[in-house]
Every structure is written in structure tokens, then in C-alpha cells.
Antibody, heavy 117, light 110 residues
Framework: EVQLVDSGGGLVQPGGSLRLSCAAS????????MSWVRQAPGKGLEWVAN????????SYEDSVKGRFTISRDNAKNSLYLQMNSLRDEDTAVYYC??????????WGRGTLVTVSS | QTVVTQEPSFSVSPGGTVTLTCGLN?????????PSWYQQTPGQAPRTLIY???IRSSGVPDRFSGSILGNKAALTITGAQADDESDYYC??????????FGGGAKLTVL
């Protein structure tokens, strides 16, 4: 059974940092592109970042470029999102998802990030 | 700036048919955008319904179908059921590893 377990969310002050993790199991993690997708309270889905299978290529939504860094450790079957210079508008549930085959195939249950003073 | 458009709300009677669409503020949606569709109920993670325009994800009932209608991607639910009442999102692949979601459509079955 495919499982993606997101963790690392919490309350952080504006300007602060947070690192999200996503532990994968039940599939060959190293064969899959991975993404982070977020959802602000009461709002729609927003794609945040994407990483190639070997980590050699990364892409970001414009509002997080230069502040967020996506990475992966295939030996640990884990995906990460380092979030710096956090803003109020980054408050959201963050989901990790597989993104091979031009689709978000499997989703984690999400981890809530709240940016507030 | 590219914006993916969805009508915000729909309603359908049980057993009825409804079509949700996914467009672009400038230009047409084609299969080259690999449109995909996701269903989400409150408090839950999204569930993948359709990808690459018209391929149903594993376990998705065949009452859900995807297509291109005119200049938009479309999700059609034929024979709607009460538990289809959810939010529906389309996503388009914009190239170079980037994606864009539509604003979502809330479907009411009544």
C-alpha cells in the first residue's frame, strides 16, 4: 500500500523557518517525481514545488522562489521542503504528492503550517 | 500571468449528468497540458480522478470521464450520486516541471 506521511508543520512567526518532511513507503520512491501542494484555509489547491527523481531538476511556484527549497533523500525514501522567510500568506496545509506521469497520483494527508505573530 | 479557470459551483440532481470545465484566461486547453482532475471532501486529502485528459485513476467509477470540450478540459459525471458532493479541482501541466490548479468547483447533489 502506498503511503505518504507528511510532518513538520507547526506555528512559526513571520520571517521564520520550517522544514517539512514526507516519508514514503509502498512504492519505489526513487522512480517518482515528487511535489508539494498547499491549501490555505478555505481556499483551493496551489502547486508549490516539484523535484525530479534524482533531485537534479527542481521547479517552484513564483511566490516561493528564493524562499523555499525542495529536496529528497532517495536512500531514506523522504521528501523535504525547507521554508525560509515565511509570510502570513504561506499559512496552509501542505501536502506531498507523487507527480510522475503528468499527474498527482498519490497524496499525503497534509501537515498544517501556521505563520502568525 | 496564466490563470486556470473553473466555474465555482454546480448543482446536479441524483442520477443526473453534470460537466465541469477547466479553461485558461488566455488560450485554449489542449491535451498538451495533460489536464487532470481531483476530488476533495472537507478535511481530506485530494483524490486523483482523471489524468492525461481522460484516463481514470485506479478505482475511480466509470461514471467519471474526462475530455476536451471546445477550448477547455472537461470532467463529466454521469449518474451523479450523493457521495459525489465534493470540491473538484483541475490541474494543468504548464511545462518545465510546473503546474497550475484551477480555483476549484463545489458540486452539490440535490
Amino acid at each position: 500500500e502506498v503511503q505518504l506521511v507528511d510532518s513538520g508543520g507547526g506555528l512559526v512567526q513571520p520571517g521564520g523557518s520550517l522544514r517539512l518532511s514526507c516519508a514514503a513507503s509502498g512504492f519505489t520512491f526513487s522512480n517518482d517525481y515528487m511535489s508539494w501542494v498547499r491549501q490555505a484555509p478555505g481556499k483551493g489547491l496551489e502547486w508549490v514545488a516539484n523535484i525530479k527523481v534524482d533531485g537534479s531538476e527542481k521547479s517552484y511556484e513564483d511566490s516561493v522562489k528564493g524562499r523555499f527549497t525542495i529536496s529528497r533523500d532517495n536512500a531514506k525514501n523522504s521528501l523535504y521542503l525547507q521554508m525560509n522567510s515565511l509570510r502570513d500568506e504561506d499559512t496552509a496545509v501542505y501536502y506531498c504528492a507523487t507527480s510522475s506521469g503528468y499527474r498527482f497520483g498519490y497524496w499525503g494527508r497534509g501537515t498544517l503550517v501556521t505563520v502568525s505573530s | 500571468q496564466t490563470v486556470v479557470t473553473q466555474e465555482p459551483s454546480f448543482s446536479v440532481s441524483p442520477g443526473g449528468t453534470v460537466t465541469l470545465t477547466c479553461g485558461l484566461n488566455s488560450g485554449s486547453v489542449s491535451t498538451s497540458y495533460y489536464p487532470s482532475w481531483y476530488q476533495q471532501t472537507p478535511g481530506q486529502a485530494p483524490r486523483t480522478l482523471i489524468y492525461r485528459t481522460n484516463i481514470r485513476s485506479s478505482g475511480v467509477p466509470d461514471r467519471f470521464s474526462g475530455s476536451i470540450l471546445g477550448n477547455k478540459a472537461a470532467l463529466t459525471i454521469t449518474g451523479a450520486q450523493a457521495d459525489d458532493e465534493s470540491d473538484y479541482y483541475c490541474a494543468l501541466y504548464m511545462g518545465r516541471g510546473t503546474w497550475a490548479f484551477g480555483g476549484g468547483a463545489k458540486l452539490t447533489v440535490l
